[in-house]
C-alpha cells in the first residue's frame, strides 16, 4: 500500500497518512495469520475423516489467512479515519476536495482482481484435486477417483429418513451407515419423493436428493469414528428430525457388520421383497406387484393419486 | 388525452350556486378510498371463492374422479377468491376509475390540481409520488416490523433443540412467513419510501412519468402482506421463502397464500421498477447530466432494470406452480415428465439478481450519505458507478452458486465459481469509494452517518463469507447450513437495513417535516449494531458445525451458542423499540419543525423547503454542478431553482444537447 | 388532532395490535392436538398405549383424511368415547412401552418396501392377529418379522419413531378376504368393522425427550407422492411420543 499524493499541495507536515495506516495493519495481519494458520487451522470444519474433508478443510484455511488482512485492512483504515479525521468542534469548514486518484483505483482494481482470480483458480484445482471435494456431481461425475474399485453406497431420501443400500451385498438396506477406512466410496444419492440432501458433515459429503435422479459424490474415509447424517434440503414437517448416524470401521468390522446384515434381511424374507437396485427408482411402477396392483388401486397408494391414473405420462 | 384544470365531475358535487361555481369535494367517505378498497376486497373475495367452488369438480367418495377432485378441491376457491379479492380491492380505491374514464370518453381530472391538507390522501389511490413514497415508508415500517416478530418466535423455538415449545408444522410456518415476509417486501423497502420521494427531487423534475403505475405499485403491497399472513390461517406453507417443488406441489393450501403474495409483489416490483427507468431517461432537468447524477439516483436506476428483467421471472414460476397445484399440471413434478430442477432453476434465476436488488440500494444510500458527513466529494464517482452497473450485470450469470451441490452438471460449477469470484470485484468498488471518501475527510457523527458506517462494516462480513461460498469445496459443508444464514442476514439486514434507517435519520426531515431525536436515535444505532452484530455472528460457527437451516432439533453441543443467538435477537428487537418509540415520539408529540437543509447538504432535494410543495419545484431547475462538490473552491450550487425565462426552453429546443 | 386524540389513537392502535398479535401465537403457532398422558397408567417399568388408525376420521375440518387415534389409558376400545383424535401421547422414561395397534384401514403399497421388515422391537417381531367385523377373530395369533405390502393386501400402515430405530409396519384388515360382509369401518373413531390387532414392545431411553414418530405409508390422498395432508399434519399421521418424568 503507498502513500498516495496530496493533490492539493498541503503543509509538509502533514503525516504519512497511509504508511501509518500500513505499519499498523501489517504486524497485525501477520501475527492474525500466523495464528489462524497454526492454532486454528487444525480445527476448522469439517475435520479431517476423508480426504474430501481436509480437502474442504485446506479451503477453508486458505480463505481465512486471505480474507483476514482484508478485513483487517478494512478495519483499520476505519478505525484510523474515524479517530484521525473527526471533525473538530467548531470546526465548520469543509474538507479538502479530493475526486480520485488514478493509480489507487488502478491499484485497488488490480490488486482485487488478482485475489478473485487467484481464488478461483485455487478452488477449481481443489475441486479437481479430491475426486470432486465430496460434493454431488450429478448422474455423470467428472471428478472421479483413480481406482480400480470402490464401495458403492446407494444413499436414499425418503419423507422422513435415509436409508442405505449396498449393491456389492446383495441389494441390502440399512437405517444405518458403516464404512470401511481407506476405501473410496461413492455415494449415489437419490430420492423417491422430495428434494433432500444428504448431508454427512464429518465426510465432508453432501449432494441433494432428487427424485429420478442418480447424484453422485466420493469420499474416501481416513479416520475411524462417528460421523452425523443430516438433511440438509427442507423437505417437509420433519425435516429438521431427518439425521442418523454412521461409522467409520476397520474393513473386518464393516465386512463383518454388512454379511450379517445381509444373513438378516435374507432370513427374515426382506432382501427378497426389495425392488431390484437401480439408480433411481419409480414407486408408482412397482412390477413385483404385478396383478395385486390392481387390486390395491384405490385412493391412497403410493403416487398419491395427485394425477389421475388415466393421465398419459407422456403427452 | 384532454386534461381539465378543473377537478372533473365526478369529484365534486354542485354547490347549489349554479353552474360556474366550483365544486365542493365530496365528503370522505364517499370517495374511493382504504374502507371501500376494503369492501371491494371482500366482494371479490367472496365471488372469486364461489367461481372456485364451481369450478372444482364435486366430490363424492368412489366417485370416478374422486382423486382428481381431492388434489384440486381447496386451491381453486382460494387463489381464485385471493385474485379476484386483489382486483375488487384495487377497484374499490379507485385504481380503474381513470382506465373508465377514458374507455368512457370522459375527461379525466387534473392531477395537478390544488393539494388537500390533511391525511386523508395518505389513505387514497394518491397520484402524488411524495404521497406514495410517504405511504411506502409506513407500509414498509409495518411489513419490516411483522417479519421480526416471526423471527422472534424463531428464535424462542430455537432456544432448546429437544423440548419444543411449537410443533414442527408451525415452527415452518413461521420460518416460511418471516422468511417470506422479507425477502418478498424488503425488496421495496428502499425503493419505495426514498426512491418513489425523492427520484424526481433528485433529478429536478416536478413528477413521475407513471403516476398512476407507482401508486398501483403501493396499493400493490398491503394485499401482499394481508394474503402471506393469511396463510397463518391455514397451516403455512412449509418450503421457506424458495418454494422448492415437489414439496410445494404436495403442500396443503397454504403454499397458495405464497405464491399469490409473492407474485402481487412481483408485480409491484416491476411497476416501479419500470416507472423509475423512464422517469430518469426521460425527466432529467437540463443540465442533470448523467456524470451529475447522485449515487442514490444510480443505484435506483440499475435496480430498477434487475427489477424489470428478473421479477418476469418469478411471477412465470410462481404462476407454474400454481398450475401444478391447482390444475395438475407437471412442470416440477417427475412422475410425468416435470422436473424439480427446473423450478430452482427459474427460481433462482430471479433470485440472485433478486438479493442484488436488495444489496444495491443500500449502496445507493450510504454512498449519498457519506459525502454530507466528511464534508468531501465522493471519491472515483465513476469507478463507484461502474460499480453498481458491474454488480447489477454480473448478478444474472451468478444464480447457479444456489445449486452447487444439486447435482447440476458439474462442467458448470468452475464457471459459476469464477463468475460468483468476480462479482467481489464490483462490490469493492463500493469499499474504494468510501475508504477515497473517508481520507482526510472531517467526519461528522450525526446518527444517519452511523448507520451508513455500520452499513460498511456489517456489508464487509457479509460479502467476504460470500467468498466463502463461492468456493465449490467449502461450499459443499456451507451449503444450506447456518453459515449461509449468517451470510445473508449480515449482507441484507446489516446492509440493506441498517442502511433504510440511515436513509430514515437522513431523509424524514424533508418528508415528513420534522426532526427525530437525535439521543434516541443514538441510542438506536449503538442497540442494533451491538446486538445485530451478537446474533448473527455465531451462526457462521453453527454453519460450520453442521446445522442446517429451517431445522428445529439440532445437535446438543449447539445449544449455547443457539441461546446466545436467541437472546441477542430479543435485545435486537428491544433497539427496534427504541426506533419505534422515537419515531412516534418525534412524528406524533413533539413535531419539531426541521430546517428545510438540516444537514447542509449540496443535494438538489435539499434545496426545496420543507414541506416540499405539490409541485416540488416552481420552475423546473437548470443543474449547475454536481451534488457531491464539497470543499471545491467556487463550486456553483447544484442547480439554479429560479432560472432566467427561457432558458428551460432553449435548452429544450437544443435537443441532444445535454445527453 | 389535539394531543389527546392522538395517545387514544396510538394507545388503541397499539393494543389492537398487541391483541392480533397475541391471538395468532396463541391460535395458531402454538395450538397443538392434545396429549394424552400414559404416565400415570405405568406399573412396574410398563406401560400399555393402544392406538388405532382409521381410514377417515370425525374432525369438521378434514374428515376424509385417514387419522390415527390414541385410547385413554385403561379404558374400553369398543367404545367411541375412548379414542381422542391425537397423535400426541407422553410416557415415562426407561419404561417398557406395549404398544398395541388396531389397525381398521386398508391395504396401501409401502413406497419403500424396506418398511416391511420389523425393526426396534423387543425381538424385532410383532403379534397379530386379524380380527372380523364382529370381533371375532380370524387365525390364531401369528408372531412375525415381516408384513411385506408387496405381496398382497397386506400393510395398512406403518408406525415409526426413527430416532429411536422403531420402524412397524401394520396390518391391514384384508377386509375383502376374510368373509367380511360390510367393507372397512365407516364413521371414525372406529368400534366396529374388521380390523388387524398388532402388538409390540420396545424401551424408552432413559433421559426425557420428544420423539416423532411417523407413517412410512404415503397415504395421504391427493397429494403428490401421497406424502402431503395427513401425513404432513399432527394429529392425523405424524405425532409425537414424549418422555417425560413422572
Redesign the interface.
Known amino acids: 500500500m503507498t502513500t498516495p499524493e496530496a493533490t492539493t499541495g498541503a503543509a509538509a507536515a502533514e503525516p504519512r497518512h497511509g504508511l501509518r495506516i500500513f505499519l499498523i495493519w501489517l504486524p497485525l495481519a501477520i501475527i492474525v495469520d500466523l495464528i489462524v494458520w497454526f492454532v486454528w487451522y487444525p480445527h476448522f470444519p469439517p475435520g479431517r475423516m476423508t480426504d474430501q474433508a481436509q480437502g474442504q478443510q485446506f479451503d477453508i484455511a486458505v480463505m481465512t489467512v486471505l480474507s483476514v488482512p482484508v478485513l483487517l485492512f478494512i478495519w483499520v483504515y476505519f478505525a484510523y479515519a474515524l479517530i484521525v479525521w473527526r471533525r473538530r468542534p467548531g470546526d465548520e469548514e469543509d474538507a479538502t476536495p479530493i475526486h480520485g486518484n488514478t493509480r489507487i483505483q488502478a491499484t485497488w482494481i488490480t490488486t482485487t482482481a488478482v485475489i478473485v482470480l487467484g481464488l478461483f483458480v485455487f478452488g477449481t484445482v481443489q475441486l479437481i484435486v479430491p475426486a470432486g471435494a465430496g460434493a454431488g456431481e450429478g448422474p455423470s461425475p467428472i471428478w472421479k477417483p483413480h481406482v480400480n474399485q470402490l464401495l458403492k453406497v446407494q444413499v436414499i431420501g425418503q419423507q422422513w429418513a435415509f436409508t442405505y443400500r449396498f449393491p456389492q451385498f446383495g441389494g441390502i438396506e440399512t437405517t444405518h451407515l458403516e464404512l470401511p477406512i481407506g476405501e473410496e466410496v461413492q455415494f449415489n444419492v437419490t430420492s423417491l419423493d422430495v428434494i433432500h440432501s444428504f448431508w454427512a458433515y464429518q465426510l465432508g459429503v453432501k449432494a441433494d436428493a432428487n427424485p429420478g435422479v442418480n447424484n453422485v459424490a466420493f469420499a474416501k474415509p481416513q479416520q475411524i469414528g462417528d460421523f452425523t447424517v443430516r438433511c440438509n434440503e427442507l423437505c417437509g414437517l420433519w425435516h429438521g428430525a431427518m439425521f442418523n448416524t454412521g461409522k467409520v470401521v476397520s474393513p473386518v468390522s464393516f465386512m463383518a457388520w454388512a454379511n450379517g446384515i445381509r444373513d438378516r434381511e435374507t432370513r427374515a424374507g426382506v432382501l427378497i421383497t426389495l425392488p431390484a437396485y437401480s439408480l433411481t427408482y419409480d414407486p408408482t411402477q412397482i412390477t413385483s406387484l404385478g396383478n395385486t396392483l390392481k387390486k390395491v388401486l384405490g385412493i391412497t397408494g403410493s403416487p398419491g393419486y395427485y394425477y389421475s391414473p388415466a393421465n398419459p405420462v407422456q403427452p | 388525452m384532454a386534461i381539465e384544470t378543473t377537478p372533473g365531475a365526478d369529484q365534486t358535487q354542485p354547490a347549489g350556486g349554479g353552474p360556474t361555481e366550483p365544486g365542493r369535494p365530496r365528503p370522505w367517505w364517499m370517495r374511493p378510498a382504504v374502507h371501500t378498497g376494503l369492501i371491494g376486497a371482500v366482494i371479490g373475495y367472496l365471488f372469486g371463492h364461489w367461481m372456485g367452488n364451481a369450478l372444482s369438480p364435486d366430490f363424492s367418495p368412489g366417485g370416478s374422479n374422486y382423486a382428481a377432485a381431492l388434489a384440486n378441491n381447496f386451491d381453486m376457491p382460494l387463489v381464485l377468491g385471493y385474485v379476484f379479492g386483489t382486483v375488487g380491492w384495487l377497484a374499490g380505491l379507485g385504481v380503474f376509475n381513470d382506465l373508465g374514464r377514458l374507455m368512457l370518453g370522459k375527461p379525466l381530472p387534473d392531477i395537478e390540481h390544488a393539494p388537500e391538507g390533511g391525511l386523508a390522501k395518505y389513505f387514497r389511490y394518491t397520484l402524488d409520488h411524495k404521497v406514495v413514497g410517504i405511504q411506502y415508508l409506513f407500509g414498509m415500517i409495518v411489513y419490516f416490523l411483522t417479519g421480526g416478530l416471526f423471527a422472534m418466535a424463531i428464535r424462542t423455538e430455537l432456544l432448546n433443540p429437544t423440548n419444543h415449545i411449537m410443533s414442527s408444522s408451525s415452527y415452518l410456518m413461521v420460518v416460511g412467513e418471516h422468511s417470506t415476509m422479507m425477502m418478498m417486501m424488503m425488496s421495496s423497502v428502499v425503493l419505495g419510501p426514498f426512491g418513489q420521494y425523492f427520484a424526481p427531487l433528485m433529478i429536478g423534475s416536478k413528477r413521475m412519468a407513471f403516476p398512476r403505475l407507482e401508486a398501483l405499485g403501493f396499493w400493490l403491497t398491503p394485499p401482499a402482506y394481508v394474503i402471506l399472513v393469511s396463510g397463518v390461517l391455514l397451516g403455512g406453507f412449509p418450503t421457506g421463502w424458495t418454494g422448492y417443488a415437489p414439496l410445494s406441489i404436495q403442500s396443503t393450501p397454504g403454499m397458495d397464500t405464497y405464491a399469490m403474495a409473492f407474485g402481487l409483489m412481483g408485480i409491484s416490483m416491476i411497476l416501479a421498477g419500470f416507472n423509475i427507468i423512464v422517469t430518469y431517461i426521460n425527466y432529467r432537468a437540463p443540465g442533470m447530466r448523467w456524470s451529475r447524477l447522485p449515487m442514490f439516483v444510480w443505484s435506483m436506476f440499475t435496480v430498477s432494470f434487475l427489477q424489470v428483467l428478473s421479477v418476469p421471472v418469478l411471477v412465470a414460476g410462481l404462476y407454474m406452480m400454481l398450475m401444478d397445484r391447482a390444475w395438475q399440471t407437471a412442470f416440477f413434478v417427475n412422475q410425468l415428465g416435470g422436473s424439480s430442477y427446473l423450478w430452482q432453476n427459474v427460481f433462482w434465476f430471479f433470485g440472485h439478481p433478486e438479493v442484488y436488488i436488495l444489496a444495491l440500494p443500500g449502496f445507493g444510500v450510504v454512498a449519498e450519505i457519506l459525502p454530507v458527513f466528511c464534508r468531501k466529494p465522493l471519491f472515483a464517482y465513476k469507478v463507484g458507478v461502474a460499480g453498481m452497473f458491474g454488480v447489477a450485470l454480473l448478478s444474472w450469470f451468478v444464480w447457479q452458486h444456489h445449486l452447487f451441490v444439486s447435482g447440476i452438471n458439474p462442467d458448470m460449477r468452475p464457471l459459476y465459481m469464477l463468475t460468483t469470484e468476480l462479482i467481489s470485484i464490483p462490490t469493492g468498488f463500493i469499499y474504494l469509494v468510501a475508504l477515497g471518501t473517508l481520507w482526510k475527510a472531517k467526519i461528522k457523527f450525526e446518527v444517519p452517518m452511523l448507520f451508513a458506517l455500520g452499513m460498511y462494516f456489517n456489508f464487509l462480513i457479509g460479502g467476504v463469507t460470500g467468498v466463502y461460498l463461492s468456493d465449490v469445496p467449502a461450499d459443499t459443508t456451507e451449503h444450506g447450513s447456518f453459515f449461509v444464514m449468517g451470510h445473508f442476514h449480515y449482507t441484507i439486514m446489516g446492509g440493506l437495513i441498517f442502511a433504510f434507517f440511515g436513509g430514515i435519520y437522513y431523509w424524514v426531515p424533508k418528508m415528513l417535516g420534522v426532526e427525530l431525536n437525535k439521543t434516541l436515535g443514538k441510542i438506536h444505532f449503538w442497540t442494533m449494531f451491538i446486538f445485530f452484530n451478537s446474533t448473527f455472528l455465531p451462526m457462521f460457527f453453527l454453519g460450520m458445525a453442521g446445522m442446517p437451516r429451517r431445522v428445529f432439533e439440532y445437535a446438543k453441543n449447539l445449544q449455547p451458542l443457539n441461546v446466545w443467538a436467541s437472546i441477542s435477537a430479543y435485545l435486537l428487537a428491544v433497539s427496534m423499540i427504541i426506533f419505534l418509540v422515537n419515531f412516534i415520539w418525534s412524528t406524533l408529540f413533539v413535531r419539531k419543525r426541521a430546517a428545510s437543509n438540516p444537514w447542509n447538504a449540496r443535494g438538489l432535494e435539499w434545496q426545496v423547503p420543507t414541506p416540499v410543495p405539490p409541485e416540488n419545484f416552481e420552475h423546473i431547475p437548470v443543474v449547475l454542478s454536481g451534488p457531491y462538490e464539497y470543499g471545491v473552491k467556487d463550486a456553483p450550487p447544484m442547480a439554479d431553482l429560479n432560472p432566467p425565462v427561457g432558458v428551460v426552453a432553449a435548452a429544450y429546443a437544443g435537443a441532444g444537447v445535454e445527453a | 388532532m389535539s ?1 389527546p386524540v ?1 395517545v387514544v389513537t ?1 394507545l388503541v392502535a397499539f393494543a389492537l395490535v398487541v391483541v392480533g ?1 397475541v391471538f ?2 396463541a391460535h ?5 392436538p392434545p396429549t394424552v398422558d400414559y404416565t400415570g397408567a405405568a406399573h412396574n417399568g410398563q406401560v400399555n398405549v393402544v392406538l388405532q388408525e382409521d381410514p377417515q376420521n370425525n374432525s369438521a375440518s378434514k374428515p ?1 383424511w ?1 387419522s390415527y387415534y390414541v385410547m385413554k389409558p385403561g379404558a374400553n376400545p369398543n367404545s367411541q368415547s375412548s379414542w381422542v383424535h391425537t397423535t400426541l401421547f407422553s410416557v415415562p422414561p426407561n419404561t417398557r412401552v406395549n404398544l398395541t395397534i388396531r389397525g381398521y384401514d ?9 418398511w ?2 420389523v ?1 426396534g422391537t423387543l425381538g424385532n417381531v410383532v403379534a397379530l392377529q386379524q380380527f372380523q367385523d364382529t370381533g371375532k377373530s380370524v387365525g390364531p395369533v401369528k408372531v412375525t ?2 408384513v ?1 405390502s ?4 397386506n400393510v395398512g400402515h406403518t408406525f ?1 419413531i ?2 429411536l ?1 422403531v ?1 412397524v409396519p401394520v396390518a391391514s384388515p384384508n377386509a375383502y378376504n376374510n368373509g367380511n360382509k360390510a367393507g372397512l369401518c365407516g364413521s371414525s373413531p372406529c368400534v366396529s368393522g374388521p380390523f388387524s390387532l398388532e402388538s409390540f414392545s420396545f424401551m424408552t431411553p432413559d433421559h426425557t ?2 420423539f ?1 414418530w ?1 407413517c ?14 395427513p ?4 394429529g392425523y399421521m ?1 405425532g409425537q411420543m414424549n418422555v417425560v418424568s413422572s
Do not use: H, K
Open positions: 394531543v392522538r396510538l398479535a395468532v401465537v395458531f403457532v402454538l395450538s397443538n376424509i385417514v386398508g391395504c396401501t403399497p409401502l413406497r419403500n418396501n424396506f416391511s421388515q425393526q418379522s415381516i411385506n408387496w405381496s398382497g393386501c415409526a426413527p430416532s430405530g420402524f425427550g420428544e416423532r411417523q412410512f405409508v404415503p397415504c395421504g390422498g391427493g397429494y403428490v407422492d401421497g406424502n402431503g395432508g401425513m404432513q399434519t399432527i405424524t
